[in-house]
Structure formats: structure tokens, C-alpha cells
């Protein structure tokens, strides 16, 4: 079975979603529909910019949709998912892809979630930190037993878990990682505390654009991050979809239910290929890909 995986903030690069804006009709369209609906040429940025101007939250995240969305859609009846998933931001253009938003509210919400986690960053300062080759449950527990707030935000694959809070209990969470064997415990050159509790105001903020969004059930199963598990009813999609930004990224745990429910390609659908890493890690049996295009 063929499963689409898209990536999440962090895979941006200059020159992005050039090469399909100069070949493709319709990836010329798309892109200039959204310059159109985000007010601002997002297409000089991505296209000419700098790496620095590409990394702003408002930039970055409706960047990496657009490439991952209009590349999945160019590649027209290449693309046949039996299943989907994305990593954070990543998850936006999955659902995009299996047709439970479409390309405009897509892209509307995306840009909504970058400016309301732009907001929370600058008024509830927090950081993240990538651990390295403890279990996962070491981690939690070290998180549990850290005083102020810290918790596991990215279960990326076994033996990388990223943390998120407060500043001072994830330096803390760092040293007590180190001395419970972590090979690293790195504080990560992030604006804030993604997908942690400091981001409340965010997904509050965000809850209620995703309510007033037209959702269609989907096409073909998403496994969501909040949960790990396939969802197939746009209800639950939505559901899911607001609690996203405060919950933890279950990437190992979605990845694992994948190949246990048949998965054995996975294609990665967006800029760079830092999930054929992750999903190779997770389980070495499975083929990963990126597409070819003609």
C-alpha cells in the first residue's frame, strides 16, 4: 500500500516550488492564487528571498504547504494514496491531499496557525530541545519529574524525542537527560514552545478559524498526529486538528500503525527528505521515496 508523508517546518529552502511554477500551468495558477490570498508575494520570497527572510513563522509555514500541496497536485494521476500523514505544519497539506480541505482553506488556516503561533511565541517565550538516544519513556519520565513546564512535543523515531516548555525547565530537563545517558540534549534555535501548553492561546485562537471551515470527508485515511491512529470521518479530523498544536507530534507511533495496517512505500510529498530518514528509522523493512517528476 502507498503512503504520502509531508513534511513540517524546517524542510524550507531557497528556490523552493520554482522548478513546478516554470514547468507546470497549474502550479503557476496556484502559486499566484496565493500570493493573492495571503496579501504579499510569498512566491519572491520562496523563489529569490533569503534563507533568513524564508525562516519567519508567517513565511515558513504556508511555504512548505504550497511545495508539498502543489506538487501532489502535478503529479495528477501519479498520485494514488492509499493512506496519509504530516508532520505538524506537514499535516495540513495531508489533509489537503486526500481532499478533507481544500487548496484555499488549506492555505488560509495554515497561514492563521503561523500568525497565531508568531503571536504566542512573542508573549509566552519558550524553546524546545532535541534529545538523543534515551527511550522514550526516560524522557517523559525525566519531563514528569522537571519542575515548571516541559514535555515531550516530537516523537520523531525511537531514540530522538524533542521536548518543549519553559526555558529554564527545558535547560534543566537537558541537564537531567544528560545524566540519565542521552548521547545529546540540545537546545533547538526555535521562536517557542511548539506543541506544549504555552501554546494555548494559539490554538484557541486557531480552534475557532478550524470551526468555521468547511471540512469533506476524507478520500483516504489520515493518521493524525494527536492520536497516531487512521481517521476516515471529517469529524474527528476537525476534532483532532484543534488540539494539535498543544499535544505532542506522535510521528514514531503514526508511522508504526502505518506499516501495521499495510503501508510498504512510503513517498514523501514537499521539500528535503528529512522524513525518509525518520520513517527509515522507525521501520528499516519499508521502501521510501520522493517523486520523480517528468
Known amino acids: 500500500m502507498n503512503a504520502y508523508v509531508f513534511p513540517g517546518q524546517g524542510a524550507q529552502f531557497v528556490g523552493m516550488g520554482s522548478d513546478l511554477f516554470e514547468k507546470f500551468p497549474m502550479a503557476k495558477d496556484l502559486f499566484q492564487q496565493a500570493n493573492d490570498l495571503l496579501g504579499f508575494s510569498i512566491t519572491d520570497i520562496m523563489f529569490n528571498g533569503t534563507a533568513e527572510g524564508l525562516k519567519e513563522t508567517k513565511v ?43 487548496f484555499e482553506d488549506g ?11 508568531q503571536g504566542a511565541c512573542e508573549t509566552i517565550p519558550g524553546t524546545m530541545a532535541a534529545v538523543l538516544g534515551l527511550d522514550d519513556g526516560v524522557v517523559e519520565k525525566v519531563c ?5 513546564i516541559v ?14 516548555g519553559e526555558v529554564e525547565a527545558i535547560n534543566v530537563a537537558c541537564s537531567k537527560m544528560k545524566e540519565a545517558g ?14 506544549s501548553p504555552l501554546m494555548e492561546p494559539a490554538r484557541e485562537e486557531l480552534a475557532t478559524a ?28 476537525k476534532k483532532n486538528l484543534m ?12 508511522i508504526q500503525n502505518m506499516v501495521k495496517d499495510g503501508a510498504t512505500l512510503f513517498t514523501e510529498i514537499g521539500p528535503g527528505r ?14 521510501t521515496t520522493a517523486p520523480t517528476m517528468a
Open 60 to 102: 515558513t509555514q504556508p511555504a512548505i504547504f504550497l511545495h508539498s500541496v502543489i506538487l501532489s497536485k502535478v503529479m495528477g494521476s501519479d498520485f494514488k494514496p492509499d493512506m496519509v500523514a504530516g508532520h505538524s505544519l506537514g499535516e495540513f497539506s495531508a489533509l489537503v491531499a486526500n481532499n478533507t480541505l481544500s
Open 107 to 117: 492555505l488560509k488556516l495554515v497561514s492563521q496557525r503561523a500568525l497565531a503561533m
Open 144 to 148: 514528569e519529574e522537571t519542575s515548571g
Open 151 to 164: 514535555v515531550p512535543a516530537n516523537y520523531n523515531c525511537p531514540g530522538q524525542l524533542v521536548i518543549s
Open 182 to 195: 542521552a548521547r545529546r540534549a540540545l537546545v533547538l534555535p526555535v521562536g517557542g514552545a511548539f506543541h
Open 210 to 237: 478550524i470551526e468555521n471551515t468547511s471540512f469533506t470527508e476524507p478520500s483516504c485515511s489520515v493518521y493524525q498526529n494527536v492520536s497516531a491512529n487512521a481517521v476516515n470521518n471529517a469529524s474527528e479530523v
Open 243 to 254: 488540539l494539535q498544536l498543544t499535544a505532542p507530534v506522535k510521528w514514531t507511533q503514526s
Open 274 to 287: 528529512v522524513l525518509q530518514g525518520l520513517v527509515k528509522k522507525i521501520d528499516s523493512s519499508v521502501e
